[in-house]
Every structure is written in structure tokens, then in C-alpha cells.
């Protein structure tokens, strides 16, 4: 049932595998029961959120706001070594996966069995099965990646992407529903409603896993295979940074716009400790954050299929400026006149809150559709692993963020220290945005 489709990309004519209905279906229905199980635990609202029930220390907020983020993108390159060149790459997705979802579980239990009652162990065990489970995904990641872009041409792999990722968002709008209400006064008590949450995430990851292993996977072509087996991973690396010029700046716009993240792991903090809204504010933002991603969702997907890839790199550096340039504009009109009304304060969140959301569901469809439409299949695994390393490298920034909020704290400047941090990610996301549009278009496919 599978064809083959030409597709130019540049000025070379490359052959792209579409899919059968079976991968189609596996690769959408992976990418919707995953994304929903994400939605129970978004970093910037539900794990800090946690985080700050249990300690009041800044660094050790941040240490967990960036964990999600950065145990999984900093093994990449590992993932990537390990990845690259294997003819078959379905075990390095499904034994990974197996060992690392159950981390959620484990949690889920911890919080039940011990109810919180040591606090900072709690933060480490928090942090520890978050580590767990991103450091095998990073692996299974990897692998998830190049098999997508063997079994589907550049556009299918876009439509698929966009259909998986709007269905995962309208259920994970009931995912934020069943989130807001378990985090109300009212709701399940604490630490019980934070272990729901997370029984939750893992049961979708569950049918997530259990989606993929339908697959059936295009193996790499014996040529690609001969030639990585032939060649050295740092020095093809080293090799494709310095010749391919659509790697090397793709990776920089990637550096600068990734930086909002320092500020995305400290906007409900902010909201919080600064303009005086309640833990019921968390539950409000969650919703704004899939509904944003769900119009992120829509958005990017109909660039990538109109467009190309390129279009939504573009679009998301855009949302990447916006949102802590707004978090400025708060910090800044704060600052003489004090905290602003609740529900003022509540609707500028909600929408930083919502492009948050939609920048969450930027990567696949932008960045890393650009790169895996201008990759050679024997470069793909290793161009994904550097691209989502880098990520890593820039998602180590909350705790610069968390360390310096927590130094001007102790001289009472707690608010001069987030309006300079905003402004601070607003000045590389505005220079990340500018570079974007001087990146160069691909023909689309």
C-alpha cells in the first residue's frame, strides 16, 4: 500500500515514502493520546504549581519549571549517536518508552503513599521521575522522528502532525477542565489532586504507547545505511556546521527565540507573588494554555500545508517576542502604581498564557519540519539531535532566571528582577524573530 511521491526540496529531486493508512493512523493517534496526557501536566502551570506547594525557593522552582524541558532535549545528541544509521529504529522507540513512562506512575504513588510530607524530597523525587521519563523519550524521540519522516512525505507528515495535535487539544481541553476543578479550594485535597493529575498523564501515555506499536516501519535505504556506517558522528557533525548554511543559522534563530522559555517558567510565579492571584488562577491559565494551543495548532498546520515549514518558524518567533513583552508591559506598570486589578491582571495572563500554548506546538510543524525537509536521510537522526540539544542548553536558563529573581528578592527587588529578565528574553526573542525572516525558503514539496 505504499507509493512513492517526488518531492523537490531546493534543487535536488528527492523520493519521499507516503504512508500507508495503518502509519497514518499510528503516527496521529500517537501524537493525540500523548499530547493529552501532556495537558494534564503542562511545566509553566501545573508543575510549578506544585513546585511552589511545596517550597518557596526560587532556584529550586526554576530547577523544576526547566527539568521538563532539558532532560529531554539535552540527551538528544546522545539519543542521536545511538539512533543514527540503524536500519531498524522501532526497539529504540518502544523499550525506551516502556521504561520511561512508568515514572509518571511512580509519582502519582509517591504522592499518595507519602502525602508530601517531606517537601524538598518530594521537589528531588519530582524532578527525578521527570528525568526518568524525558531522558527515554529523548531516546524514543530520536527514533520517532526519522521513522515519520521515512514513512510520510513532507505534506502527509504535516497533515498528520496537525490532525493528532488538534485532536489531542480538544481533549485536552477536558484534561485542563479536570485539572482546574481537582485544583480548586474545593476540589481534591493536596497532595491527592496533584497524584490524580499525574495517574492521569500516565494512562494516556499508556494508550500512547500502545497506538505506536501498530507501526510499521519503512526501513533506511541500504546506500544511507552503508554511508553512516562508514562515517564518524562528531566529525559528520562537525562537517554539516560549517557546509550546510541551513543548519548552522536554523540553529541560531532556534538559540534566541528558545530563550523565552526563561520567562515562560516564571510568568504564574510572577502572577502570583507580584500581582496577588490565588492557586485557583493556576486552573485558569492551563485552559488558556490548550485553548492557545489548540489556535496554535489550526494555525500551524495550515501554514505548514499552504506554506511550508519556514512559515511557521517564522510565525512562532513571533509569539516567542509577544508573550514576555507583554510580561514586560505587567512588570513595568507595576512598578509605580502597584499590582493591577484581578481581573485585568487575569485576562493579560490568559493571553500570555494562550501564545505560550501555541508555542508549545511549534517545533515539529517549524523548526524541526524545516530541518528534517532540508536534511539528507543519513544527516536527519543527527540534525534532530543537535537542534533539540541545543534546546536543552537554552532550557538550563530558568535557573539563571530563578537565581537572579531570588538575588534581587533578598534586597526586597523581587519585581525590579522579573521586569529585567523580561525584558532581557524580549531583546534575543526580538533579534531570534528578525533572523527567522532572513532564513532561507525551501521549495515546498
Known amino acids: 500500500m505504499t507509493t512513492i511521491a517526488q518531492s523537490t526540496i531546493e534543487d535536488r529531486q528527492t523520493l519521499v515514502p507516503i504512508d500507508s493508512y495503518r502509519n497514518v493512523l499510528a503516527f496521529t493517534g500517537d501524537i493525540a493520546a500523548f499530547m493529552v496526557g501532556t495537558y494534564f501536566i503542562p511545566a509553566t ?57 512508568n515514572a509518571l506512575l511512580l509519582i502519582a504513588l509517591w504522592l499518595l503513599i507519602t502525602q508530601a510530607q517531606a517537601p524538598i524530597l518530594t521537589v528531588w523525587v519530582l524532578v527525578g521521575c521527570l528525568t526518568l521519563f524525558n531522558v527515554c523519550d529523548a531516546l524514543a524521540g530520536v527514533a520517532w522522528f526519522d521513522m515519520m519522516s521515512r514513512a510520510l512525505s513532507p505534506r502527509m507528515r504535516a497533515r498528520s502532525v496537525s490532525v493528532g495535535q488538534f485532536i489531542g487539544g480538544l481533549f485536552g481541553i477536558g484534561a485542563g477542565l479536570i485539572v482546574e476543578r481537582v485544583l480548586q479550594p474545593d476540589g481534591l485535597p493536596f497532595p491527592q489532586n496533584y497524584a490524580f493529575i499525574f495517574g492521569c498523564t500516565w494512562l494516556c501515555m499508556a494508550i500512547s504507547l500502545a497506538i505506536i506499536s501498530l507501526l510499521r516501519e519503512n526501513p533506511m535505504a541500504e546506500t544511507e545505511h552503508a554511508h553512516t556506517q562508514n562515517s564518524n558522528f562528531i566529525a559528520s557533525l562537525k562537517e554539516a556546521t560549517r557546509t550546510d548554511p541551513v543548519f548552522r543559522r536554523i540553529m541560531i534563530v532556534r538559540l534566541l527565540t528558545g530563550i523565552e522559555l526563561m520567562a515562560a517558567s516564571f510568568y504564574l510565579v510572577f502572577a502570583k507573588d507580584q500581582l496577588g492571584l490565588d492557586d485557583s488562577a493556576t486552573g485558569i491559565f492551563n485552559i488558556a494554555l490548550i485553548i492557545g494551543g489548540i489556535g496554535g495548532i489550526a494555525l500551524f498546520g495550515w501554514l505548514a500545508d499552504r506554506f511550508t515549514a519556514l512559515s511557521v518558524v517564522r510565525a512562532a518567533s513571533l509569539m516567542q517576542l509577544a508573550a514576555p513583552l507583554l510580561a514586560l508591559i505587567y512588570a513595568l506598570a507595576t512598578l509605580p502604581r502597584g499590582a493591577p486589578a484581578r481581573d485585568l491582571a487575569i485576562a493579560g495572563f490568559i493571553a500570555i498564557f494562550a501564545l505560550r500554548g501555541a508555542i508549545e506546538h511549534s517545533l515539529v510543524l517549524g523548526a524541526l519540519g524545516y530541518l528534517l525537509d532540508s536534511a539528507p536521510e543519513r544527516h536527519r537522526a543527527m540534525y534532530v539531535g543537535a537542534i533539540n540539544t541545543l534546546g536543552g542548553v537554552v532550557a538550563l536558563s530558568p535557573v539563571v532566571g530563578g537565581m537572579w529573581i531570588d538575588a534581587l528578592a533578598a534586597r526586597g527587588q523581587a519585581l525590579v528582577g522579573y521586569a529585567v529578565m523580561f525584558g532581557f528574553v524580549s531583546l534575543l526573542a526580538a533579534c531570534g524573530a528578525w533572523l527567522s525572516f532572513r532564513l532561507p525558503p525551501l521549495k515546498k514539496g
Open 45 to 101: 502551570t501545573v508543575l510549578v504549581g506544585l513546585a511552589s506547594q511545596l517550597t518557596n525557593d526560587k532556584t529550586l522552582i526554576g530547577v523544576v519549571g526547566m527539568t521538563w524541558s532539558v532532560t529531554w532535549f539535552l540527551p538528544q545528541l546522545v539519543a542521536a549517536h545511538i539512533v543514527r544509521g540503524k536500519r531498524w529504529q522501532k526497539p529504540y522507540l518502544i523499550i525506551p518508552s516502556l521504561i520511561g513512562r
